[in-house]
T-cell receptor, first 115, second 113 residues
Framework: DADVTQTPRNRITKTGKRIMLECSQT?????MYWYRQDPGLGLRLIYY???????NKGEISDGYSVSRQAQAKFSLSLESAIPNQTALYFC??????????????FGPGTRLLVL | AQSVTQLGSHVSVSEGALVLLRCNYS??????LFWYVQYPNQGLQLLLK??????LVKGINGFEAEFKKSETSFHLTKPSAHMSDAAEYFC???????????FGSGTKLNVKP
């Protein structure tokens, strides 16, 4: 969905490096989410934010941090990347709270490889 | 607590055959249920959703799913598979007040000519 964009689309980094994945949306939604996808495990929630001043940990937040710079922007950081953080990362927004029925809209994903 | 179980990580059908992808959920409150599809190298796209209206939900691309409370199921079906249906399918559960989604582990659908 072009309304949710993620940069970069692909990233290779080394163990111990700090990296940031960025997400922007033009849907006007308050709620934003970061997931990681691993083969056979589906999507697991890392962090979520219901508005600019609200940040919540998901299932697997250890080793990650987030920043909600504006309603439209939600960044995910790996403070010190490790190989088991190699995964496909998705950003999503939700229309809940804006009269919608809790549908999530996903970005195209960022494929991260940690060497 | 909420969770989703998808039976079968891989399903293979012939073109023109019935597609049945299974999803069972666990929820302590009336659930919202969703099916998403992921084509290779793409993000997730909403196929259909159940939000306590009609129990038979029709989605895009000819897919439909039926909410069965007694069986805690929300299986996805399509009468006749097309080659273009080959993708990975995810079932997800949420609730009106819970504000979080839980995804199943996914089912990869292969369609044989």
């Amino acid at each position: 969905d072009a309304d949710v964009t993620q940069t970069p689309r692909n990233r290779i980094t080394k163990t111990g490096k700090r990296i940031m994945l960025e997400c922007s949306q033009t849907k006007g939604h308050d709620r934003m989410y970061w997931y990681r996808q691993d083969p056979g495990l589906g999507l697991r929630l890392i962090y979520y934010s219901f508005d600019v001043k609200d940040i919540n940990k998901g299932e697997i937040s250890d080793g990650y941090s987030v920043s909600r710079q504006a309603q439209a922007k939600f960044s995910l950081s790996l403070e010190s990347a490790i190989p088991n953080q190699t995964a496909l990362y998705f950003c999503a927004t939700s229309d809940a709270g804006t009269g919608g029925q809790e549908t999530q809209y996903f970005g195209p994903g960022t494929r991260l490889l940690v060497l | 607590a909420q969770s989703v179980t998808q039976l079968g990580s891989h399903v293979s059908v012939s073109e023109g055959a019935l597609v049945l992808l299974r999803c069972n959920y666990s929820s302590s409150v009336p659930p919202y249920l969703f099916w998403y599809v992921q084509y290779p190298n793409q993000g997730l796209q909403l196929l259909l959703k159940y939000t306590s209206a009609a129990t038979l939900v029709k989605g895009i691309n000819g897919f439909e799913a039926e909410f069965k409370k007694s069986e805690t199921s929300f299986h996805l079906t399509k009468p006749s598979a097309h080659m273009s249906d080959a993708a990975e399918y995810f079932c997800a559960v949420s609730s009106p007040n819970f504000n979080k989604f839980y995804f199943g582990s996914g089912t990869k659908l292969n369609v044989k000519p």
